[in-house]
């Protein structure tokens, strides 16, 4: 099955759902604030929600990522 998610975008909302904050991801990822906010906000207009936390639900409910 192919996933909706990119592998980066998986790495972000499986780590936003451990309670990481953006500035956090940036680090663990070695990337930036910034292109932690751009994959979130990918993520929210791929899926058609309004915030990360519709976001993160629609993921679980569609098992793109696991709590």
Do not use: C, P, W
């Not at 751009?38 to 791929?46: A, G, P």
């Not at 058609?48 to 629609?58: D, F, K, P, T």
């Amino acid at each position: 099955m192919h996933s909706l998610l990119t592998k980066r975008e998986k790495e972000i909302f499986t780590l936003l759902i451990q309670s990481y904050t953006t500035k956090e991801i940036a680090k663990q990822l070695y990337i930036s604030e910034k292109t932690v906010r751009n994959h979130i906000s990918n993520v929210i207009q791929k899926l058609g929600v309004e915030s990360r936390i519709q976001a993160v639900l629609e993921l679980i409910k569609m098992k793109e990522i696991d709590l």
